[in-house]
């Protein structure tokens, strides 16, 4: 059993259109993130949920928005994509906020 | 400055080699730190955890913490080419957020 997991592993898609990408944890974690991992390799956290609450929220266009629907589970909705969205996206959880992170596979975002 | 540094290589090593990867921080406030694995389009895999300073080993790899020298290490003995990888250090104060090195591309020659 895959301890995180995304899904779509692989997104292409249109500028302006909105897309979701979802994450499920079976670790029983409380805290859930989502990175952004860009053409050099530099990880780059941009949200965090510690029991459904959002706890970090970088700098980052409100074009995104994450939900999570319960302590398992943290999409990410992505409005009207850009070219520089494209993006390897990484999602990770932890046990409380001091406990080792663990990834997920990533989905690969390409805006065209 | 970068919050941590880390030299991006790329790196080559005969495989059986002994390699040390680096990073060094700016916040003294950290005291989680970590090593993590990347395979070509997979997800980052944690190889070690440690808290504060001293060092810690598991198998082939040690991980070295210094904060008063504000620099971390991990060794790799004996290397294989199944080691070919990107390495990333990252670390945390408390509850705050992870933050990454840029990562270190490794390729062990066989």
């Given at each position: 059993d895959t301890a995180v997991s995304q899904t779509p592993?692989?997104?292409?898609?249109?500028?302006?259109?909105?897309?979701?990408?979802?994450?499920?944890?079976?670790?029983?974690?409380?805290?859930?993130?989502?990175?952004?991992?860009?053409?050099?390799?530099?990880l780059k956290i941009m949200f965090s949920y510690n029991n459904k609450e959002l706890i970090?929220?970088?700098?980052?266009?409100?074009?995104?928005?994450?939900?999570?629907?319960?302590k398992a589970h943290l999409n990410l909705h992505i409005n009207s994509l850009e070219l520089g969205d494209s993006a390897v996206y990484f999602c990770a959880s932890s046990q409380a906020r001091q406990g080792q992170a663990f990834f997920g596979q990533g989905t690969r975002l390409t805006v065209v | 400055q970068k919050e941590v540094e880390q030299d991006p290589g790329p790196l080559s090593v005969p495989e059986g080699?002994?390699?040390?990867l680096n990073c060094t921080y700016s916040n003294s406030?950290?005291?989680?730190?970590?090593w993590y694995r990347q395979y070509s389009r997979k997800g980052p895999?944690?190889?070690?955890?440690?808290?504060?300073?001293?060092?810690?080993?598991?198998?082939?790899?040690?991980a070295q913490v210094d904060?008063?020298?504000?620099?971390?290490?991990?060794?790799?003995?004996?290397?294989?080419?199944?080691?070919?990888?990107?390495?990333?250090?990252?670390?945390?104060?408390?509850?705050?957020?992870?933050?990454?090195?840029?990562?270190?591309?490794?390729?062990?020659?066989?």
């Open positions: 592993k692989y997104l292409v898609t249109q500028m302006g259109n909105d897309k979701s990408i979802k994450c499920e944890q079976n670790l029983g974690h409380d805290t859930m993130y989502w990175y952004k991992q860009d053409s050099k390799k530099f970090i929220n970088e700098t980052v266009p409100n074009r995104f928005s994450p939900k999570s629907p319960d | 080699a002994i390699v040390s406030a950290f005291q989680y730190f970590m895999e944690l190889l070690m955890y440690t808290y504060s300073s001293g060092n810690k080993e598991d198998g082939r790899f040690t904060k008063s020298s504000k620099y971390i290490s991990l060794f790799i003995r004996d290397s294989q080419p199944s080691d070919s990888a990107t390495y990333l250090c990252a670390m945390k104060s408390g509850n705050e957020k992870l933050t990454f090195g840029t990562g270190t591309r490794l390729t062990i020659i066989p």
